[in-house]
């Protein structure tokens, strides 16, 4: 990605407190997250080269420690990955319209040609009727037998729900991949569960649409995108007032 949105306000009010240079390696650690589309490597030697930092490596692991989360891959940011599935999102949606177009094109040009091989051939010998010189045959443009209906590449979370329940199948499957995230980073199964229900409401609330909604939730659970825990220096996972706030709000609400 070479161009994301920047709110000044919502920056400035989380990075307050950093340090000049501190801020400096946030920057500069966001700019080659976006630009390369990958998590940030653990190494913190050769980050601190990238960003030209070599002698600011404190700066730049409170920085990582503070604002990205560890995965296997590297150091992964929650509105670096939002970000990345909007802009997904935006290109599905782009491409989709170009096949209508193209499509729509395509069928144009095949009922032209139809029409014109079905037109009859002009004889300057043989008499014609009125009927012969101004009737066409047209061709047939409506199919007797209907194809099943398809579903749309992109949909909302409420038909993602629907489409579960009408196939038979589990929303996030037992064997999906961000449970074993999850027991790898120490994060409790209830605060999965408790992510999963802000996950839904948030898209219900919203209306977005997703070409793969599982995969938009690995996401958002890998990203922290709702601040519900944060891991302590020796790897411990702490739950936050966010995530009792809206354990409480849920009460003994299943996951839907």
Known sequence: MHYYKFN??????????????EDIAYRRLLDIAYTTEQPLINDIHALSRLVNMREYQQEIKDVLQEFFTSVDEGWVHGRVLREMEEAGGRKSK??????????RQKHAQLMLTQ??????????????????ATHYPLPITQDTD??????????????????CKEDGVERIPKDDPIFDFAEKANIPLDMVRVTWQQFVRNNKESGKR????????????RGNWYKFWFIEADGTVKETSQFRA???DLGDDHVQ
Not at 11 to 16: D, F
Not at 94 to 103: G, S
């Open 246 to 248: 809206m354990k409480k």
């Open 146 to 163: 209907k194809p099943k209906r398809k579903r749309s590449a992109t949909c909302t979370i409420q038909t993602f729900l629907n489409n």
């Open 210 to 221: 997703q070409k793969d909604w599982r995969a938009a939730f690995r996401n958002c659970v």
């Open 94 to 103: 782009a491409k989709e319209a170009a096949t209508i177009r193209w499509e």
């Open 8 to 21: 000044i306000g919502d920056y400035a009010s989380h990075t307050r407190h950093l340090s000049p240079l």
């Open 115 to 132: 029409c014109l091989s079905d037109a009859p051939s002009i004889n300057n010998n043989a008499p014609s009727t009125k009927n012969d």
